[in-house]
Every structure is written in structure tokens, then in C-alpha cells.
């Protein structure tokens, strides 16, 4: 069974930059890995997703620019880098991991997700 855990997150102030990671344990078919964010009263939102075959990557509007994922295959390993961060990115972050090809940012399909870790800016 594969697992999921985040790490990284922090209290930063806007303009600033955090790491995040998401480690990979356990054998998957899964081909897609994304970063996703819930902030208090708010829908989950796709923030970033990668292929781990292909490499294409995908990005919500609200973050390009700003944030970049990558995936360490030799240590099975997700990150987002992400930059010139706003208070608007206040939310908690979570990977997840999906079949299929097209990565999508919607959550839905994304059937296993770590525990998350908690990303707060302040103006």
C-alpha cells in the first residue's frame, strides 16, 4: 500500500519561499502526483501535478510563475517549490497520487492522499 507524507510547511512572510515535500513509500501504478491546498472554508484546490513517466507538469493559474513541482525518482520524492508567496496561499498542502495519463488538477480523481502540512503567509 503506498504512502504519502508531507513536510516542509511553515510561517513565512509574503514575498517569501518554502519547500515542500511529499515522500513516496510502497509500490504504486499510480503515474500522477500532485500538490493540492485547502484553506478554512474553502474547496480543495489543485495547486500542481506531475507525471512520474512523462515529466509533463501542470499548473493552476493562480500559481504559475510562483511555484514549481519536481519529482527525485531515485529517492521517490515530490516537491513543491514555491515563491513570492501571499497571504492568499495560506492553506493546508497535500500530495496525492492518481492513475491515468492526464494528471488533472481536479482532486477527484486522486484516490490517496498524505496528511498534510500546513503553509501559512503572513502580509
Known amino acids: 500500500q503506498v504512502q504519502l507524507v508531507e513536510s516542509g510547511g511553515g510561517s513565512v512572510q509574503a514575498g517569501g519561499s518554502l519547500r515542500l515535500s511529499c515522500a513516496v513509500s510502497?509500490?504504486?501504478?499510480?503515474?500522477?502526483l500532485g500538490w493540492f491546498r485547502q484553506a478554512p472554508g474553502k474547496k480543495r484546490e489543485g495547486v500542481a501535478t506531475?507525471?512520474?513517466?512523462?515529466?509533463?507538469?501542470s499548473y493552476a493559474e493562480s500559481v504559475k510563475g510562483r511555484f514549481t513541482i519536481s519529482r527525485d525518482n531515485a529517492d521517490n520524492t515530490l516537491y513543491l517549490q514555491t515563491d513570492s508567496l501571499k497571504p492568499e496561499d495560506t492553506a493546508m498542502y497535500y500530495c496525492?497520487?492518481?492513475?491515468?495519463?492526464?494528471?488533472?488538477?481536479?482532486?477527484?480523481?486522486?484516490?490517496?492522499w498524505g496528511q498534510g502540512t500546513q503553509v501559512t503567509v503572513s502580509s
Open positions: 510502497g509500490y504504486t501504478t499510480r503515474r500522477c
Open positions: 506531475i507525471h512520474t513517466s512523462s515529466g509533463r507538469s
Open positions: 496525492a497520487a492518481a492513475f491515468g495519463s492526464s494528471c488533472p488538477l481536479d482532486p477527484n480523481p486522486y484516490g490517496i
